[in-house]
């Protein structure tokens, strides 16, 4: 939630969302139109 708070504070940035890729997550990403750039996974660094 931190994280989410500081960069929401950035000029210029109007919505944050900070998740970790877990399967769900990058499901529920991908159906708001939030796909990744590239590929990744719950083990990705």
Do not use: F, I, Y
């Amino acid at each position: 939630m931190q994280v989410s708070r500081d960069v929401a504070a950035t000029d210029g940035v109007t919505a944050v969302l900070v998740a970790m890729a877990t399967p769900l997550n990058l499901e529920l990403a991908g159906n708001m139109g939030l796909a990744p750039e590239e590929p990744t996974s719950p083990s990705s660094s």
